[in-house]
């Protein structure tokens, strides 16, 4: 049979819009059977397309959705190339819609659309099966949402249904690349060894140009070239499961085996058992052998039964964040950005916990009680930014916060500038198992004429 190749577009919510016209031009002059995939959500992205949609029931899906298919919806029609993105996020039926404007718009002829269901747990009989698991720490004044992880086989089973675009909200990343290869080798629920692969292939596009070179960048230790036109990768994967990682044609980037063990260990917490909701993919005797220019080639990945169990993720409401920042420059700046963080401390501290960092001398490390900063001693740094932050329950208090940097433009110390103030609503996330047959996944398929 031949080889499935699966393109990436995207790998979170926010990344290149126009990562994908070069790879789907790749995917068309190599030819064969083929399919993109749109990778968008974390976590708190569709926690917070929960929120838009709250807001506006007409919103909630990917806010880069237009731009990141108009450029290649055409050329995807017209080669039989599937599109899949969990795009749908929060609202698939809206983003299903959008699609459908884009296509008239572009003069396409009706689409099938595929939207799966069954991931959002936010409507009362979902919020009631997550109470059951959450027990006492469920906080229903303060619920927000709740999605549950669902699997590749919807997805293979509405591209045989024959659509064209499949639609999702919450499923597992990798199970994007895998329900196109289900549906194109016809692999059955037990076929481990195969599905364990295609899931692995499915984790290697999942964050985009992070396997082509992207996130592995490190100049001087690791170089890449062409960075600023780094291209997407594509996998070409193999019936028994196997693939071969490459990239777009004619872009930068770098696809070997450094970059690919790099992606194949992110996030995986036990290589013999990567759990995911289609298998248990073990890739503890897996080989990552190069096999020509930018391309590599991923075997040996075993697969084990998929568990009992589908991870949800539940989402409350943490109140408000504040954040603001100041500039210092000159003679010294560390010290009068010092000044100003003692100033903020005393006029705010008996009403909220403030973390304080001082960009240029200290402000990545987590340090959200200040030690760190408190118990180094003051420096000789000409350029200071300082950022405080903090969160409460409460928005007034948090809108102090930002008021009281805001008036350190004057109020002093001197010298200082370029103040940046912002607040967002906090969420906090608890997470559980749920058995597998308490959440079933659907889809439908429709075509709306113009």
Known sequence: MQTLAVGCGAGFSGDRVDAGLPV?????????????????????????????????????????????????????????????????????????RLIQRLALELGLPALRIAVVRGDDLSDDAGRAIVQAHLGKSFDAARFVCANVYQGAFEIADAIRAGAQIVVTGRV?????????????????????????????????????????????????MKDVPGLDNVGFPIAEIE????????KADGTGGLVDERTVKEQLLYEVHDPAAYITPDVVADISAASVTA???????????????????LKANVFFDGGWLGEGEISYAGPNAEARARLAMDVLQKRMGALLALRFDLI????????????????????????????????????????????????LWTGGPAGGGGVRVAK?????????????????????????AH
Not at 179 to 198: V, Y
Not at 239 to 246: K, L, Q, R, T
């Open 24 to 96: 789907v031009r790749t995917l068309i002059a190599r030819g064969g059977p083929a399919a993109m995939i749109y990778e968008n959500l974390a976590e708190r992205t569709l926690a917070n397309q929960h929120l838009s949609k709250r807001s506006n029931p007409q919103l909630g899906y990917e806010p880069l959705l237009e731009l990141q298919l108009r450029p290649v919806l055409a050329d995807c029609l017209a080669h039989g190339i599937t599109i899949v993105g969990n795009f749908g996020a929060a609202n698939p039926e809206g983003a299903a």
């Open 172 to 220: 597992a990343d990798p199970s994007l690349t895998l329900g196109p290869a289900i549906a194109h080798f016809g692999w059955g629920r037990e076929q481990w060894d195969a599905l364990a692969g295609g899931t692995m292939a499915g984790h290697l596009l999942e964050c985009g140009a992070q396997v082509s070179g992207g996130y592995f960048a490190d100049p001087g």
């Open 239 to 246: 019936a028994d499961g196997s693939c071969v990682i490459s």
């Open 291 to 309: 096999v020509g220019p930018d391309r590599v080639r991923l075997s040996g990945v075993r697969g084990h039964p998929r568990t009992a169990t």
């Open 360 to 407: 240029g001398v200290s402000s990545i490390l987590g340090d959200d009680a200040n030690r760190q900063l408190t118990q180094t001693p003051s420096g000789l740094a000409h350029d200071v930014r300082l950022r405080v932050a903090g969160r409460h329950e409460d928005v007034t208090v948090v809108d102090r916060l930002l008021r009281e940097l805001t008036a």
């Open 424 to 448: 967002r609503q906090r969420l906090s996330m608890q997470s559980c198992l749920i058995a597998r047959e308490q959440v079933p996944a659907c889809f439908d398929l429709a075509t709306e």
